[in-house]
């Protein structure tokens, strides 16, 4: 008798300041609800046998197309009051990965971050350009003003009066959330053994002179390697890129052979607090086991394990 190969997936959807007395029930339950159909989405990609590609895009679709997150509709405001996207996408197998940066027509940046990975010979496209090839590929363009939201439009007016150049922190109106970076991701086993993981989102409200945060940054905000883990992260992108946190995490995992947990905790709980970063990660061993870290008050976040358990959380 064969035993079934393991599968299972895990999504977030931004961490920060997130405080549980602030929010009211009906918020909690629609971002509760969000997160559970995109984690749903994604499972039963791999519960049919589909691939953990496939899976972590179904599950990123799902927070990408809805306003309550940072990435796709919904996603944060530039200075200049435009939205620009960022995406990446990375497998395990043969480290094959796609990104795209400063993008500001495309439906799914997810969709073309995978379009980058499959049909081109590149890794990160940006802008104009990366628009181009979505057109090419057969994505869907829309108007810069399909991504936009009154709540985002909100933020960025209080963090231009509160006179910030680059807001460090996503300053909230929304009292639940005083710093929030409400990216994207997912991280995904199938039943083949593979890893992927994807992350995308809109970068930091007021961001201004073309600023990349790590989200679209392979070995940053996403990497994915089968002989270690998958990682998909949130957070202050700058401190992200610095300490090179999805790879960091995999090559501790790889080298020191120790386990994901131990590995994320010492990046996301050590390293980037000595540096002063915020933010945390999801991540998927090759057994399985999903892994949640951060050092904020909250994250959210929702898996479905090994088991089929499925695991919904916002708060700490
Ligand atoms: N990491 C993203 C960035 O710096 C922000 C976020 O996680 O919300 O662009």
Request: charged residues 20%; hydrophobic residues 40%; negative net charge.
């Amino acid at each position: 008798m064969s035993l079934a190969a393991p599968y299972s997936i895990v999504i977030h959807g931004g961490a920060g300041t997130i405080l549980r007395d602030k929010m009211s029930a009906e918020v909690e339950s629609d971002y509760r609800r969000v997160l559970s159909s995109a984690v749903k989405a994604g499972h039963a990609v791999l519960a049919q046998g589909g691939t953990s590609d496939d899976a972590v895009i179904k599950a990123i679709l799902v927070l990408e197309d809805s306003p309550l997150f940072n990435a796709g509709h919904g996603a944060v405001f530039t200075h200049e009051g435009t939205v620009e996207l960022d995406a990446s996408i990375m497998r395990g197998d043969d480290l094959n990965a796609g990104a795209v940066t400063g993008v500001k027509r495309v439906r799914n940046p997810i969709l073309l971050a995978q379009q980058v990975m499959l049909n081109s010979p590149h890794v990160m496209l940006m802008g104009q350009g990366a628009e181009d090839f979505a057109k090419l590929q057969g994505l869907e363009l829309v108007d810069n003003s399909y991504f936009h939201t009154e709540r985002r439009r909100r933020q960025l007016q209080r963090v231009i009066d509160s006179n910030q150049a680059v807001a460090a922190s996503e300053d909230s109106s929304d009292e639940f959330e005083v710093q929030k970076f409400s990216t994207v991701g997912a991280v995904a086993l199938d039943q083949q053994g593979n890893i992927t993981a994807g992350t995308s989102t809109g970068g930091m409200t007021n961001k201004r002179y073309g600023r990349i945060g790590d989200s679209p940054v392979i070995g940053a905000g996403t990497y994915a390697d089968n002989q270690a883990c998958g990682i998909s992260a949130t957070g202050h992108g700058e401190y992200f890129i610095r300490a090179a946190v999805a790879h960091d995490i995999c090559a501790r995992v790889k080298y020191q052979g120790i386990d994901l947990r131990t590995a994320a905790d010492a990046v996301i709980n050590d390293k980037l607090i000595q540096m002063g970063g915020d933010g945390g990660i999801i991540g998927i061993d090759p057994k399985g086991n999903v892994v949640y870290t951060f050092n904020t008050p909250g994250m959210y976040r929702a898996s479905i394990d090994t088991s089929g358990h499925l695991d919904v959380q916002i708060f700490r």
